[in-house]
DNA sequence: CCCCAGGCCGCGC
DNA sequence: GCGCGGCATGGG
């Protein structure tokens, strides 16, 4: 391990292999092909729901919007602010994401507009801000952007030892991983999927795949 | 009862 | 520029 470009690489192998390929973004294909809607606009209104929630929250809220027929930008539009809050009530935050949900549907329609968007317009628009973007140019614009999360910020405190802002720690991953689109998205899915597995708030590091190489005493 | 979850904004300093 | 409170539901 001589470098932490070397390390970092044996992270994202060794979470591969522990935990399988992850397929983020998590999208309902078929209810996109019946209602020939476009998926990005699920991934794009998914990453808004997910602020500062729980997956769990967020499929109850997206569930109340495919049933309604509104899991899309044209629908979302369509709705009445207080029938769009109501129906994604589950994920919080209801009234604040509502407003954002409006906003970003407005200024990504058409959803195309996710390949060629720049990313300081994106963060221009209110309720979003750097993870959300990179979230959507990376899951919904196929444009690579790693994604650093609080999860993603804790496990490199433990692992490697440092911290830094969201934008110095976006720049160590994108300068220290190959340019790779799925190797971005499993990355980030992966460091999720670990740190809700062992690098908890407090860690489980008996059984932890990585623990060999962390920087932390076993707990 | 407590804390937490795939953040962000607006404010005061 | 940084730290802090508010925003809200559902689960452990």
């Not at 794009?44 to 919007?65: C, F, M, P, Y």
């Not at 440092?162 to 799925?182: A, K, M, Q, T, V």
Request: glycine fraction near 6%; include cysteine; aromatic fraction near 10%.
């Amino acid at each position: 391990m001589r470098s932490s470009r070397d390390k970092l690489l044996h992270i994202f192998k060794s979470l591969l292999e522990s935990y399988g390929e992850q397929g983020w973004w998590p999208v309902d294909w078929r209810y996109h092909q019946e209602q020939g809607t476009d998926p990005r606009e699920e991934i794009v209104i998914g990453a808004v729901l997910t602020q500062n929630t729980s997956w769990k929250n967020v499929e109850r809220a997206l569930e109340n919007l495919k049933v309604a027929r509104c899991l899309s930008f044209e629908a979302v539009l369509g709705l009445e602010e207080e029938e769009l809050q109501k129906l994604i009530k589950p994920s919080g935050y209801y009234r604040q994401k509502a407003k954002r949900l409006k906003e970003v549907a407005k200024h990504l329609n058409p959803v195309e507009k996710v390949r060629t968007i720049e990313r300081e317009e994106l963060l221009r628009i209110k309720g979003i801000g750097r993870e959300t973007a990179d979230a959507i140019l990376l899951y919904a614009g196929d444009r690579a952007f790693f994604v650093i999360d609080a999860y993603t910020k804790r496990i490199v405190e433990r692992v490697f030892g440092f911290s830094g802002d969201y934008e110095s720690l976006r720049r160590w991953f994108e300068e220290n991983l190959p340019r790779d689109l799925w190797v971005y998205k499993e990355f980030h899915a992966l460091l999720d999927e670990h740190a809700k597995r062992f690098c908890r708030k407090r860690p489980l590091c008996e059984g932890c795949p990585i623990n060999q190489v962390c920087t932390q005493p076993l707990r």
